[in-house]
Nanobody
Framework: VQLQASGGGLVQAGGSLRLSCAASGFTSDYYYIGWFRQAPGQEREGVSCISSSDGSTYYADSVKGRFSISSDNAKNTVYLQMNSLKPEDTAVYLC?????????????????????WGQGTQVTVSS
């Protein structure tokens, strides 16, 4: 499985960015794609994730109502639309794949089950 994240950049507070995660190499139709972020000196946290089978989603409380995750199965790409960005959203954003058949949407933000990680893309929000 290979993942390629893109779309980061520098944006002013209140602005928007759309991140993309191009995925390939899956041998199962059941998996989760998650977006995580890590700011300097802070732990990696789950931001949002989506199921490949039924589109179930999860959002961290800090991004609910501002971020939206979606998938284009034809393109094998998962998107993270980020609106109303805040300086505290500044971080390296990474996408990852969880192939466990036991993962459900309410727990797909847990880092442990994710076996495959793409490289990060930097998101910087200026005040």
């Amino acid at each position: 499985v290979q993942l390629q994240a893109s779309g980061g950049g520098l944006v002013q507070a209140g602005g928007s960015l759309r991140l993309s995660c191009a995925a390939s190499g899956f041998t199962s139709d059941y998996y989760y794609i998650g977006w995580f972020r890590q700011a300097p000196g802070q732990e990696r946290e789950g931001v949002s994730c989506i199921s490949s089978s039924d589109g179930s989603t999860y959002y961290a409380d800090s991004v609910k109502g501002r971020f939206s995750i979606s998938s284009d199965n034809a393109k094998n790409t998962v998107y993270l639309q980020m609106n109303s960005l805040k300086p505290e959203d500044t971080a390296v954003y990474l996408c990852a794949a969880d192939l466990s058949p036991f993962t459900i949407a309410t727990s797909c933000n847990a880092i442990g089950p994710y076996d495959y990680w793409g490289q990060g893309t930097q998101v910087t929000v200026s005040s």
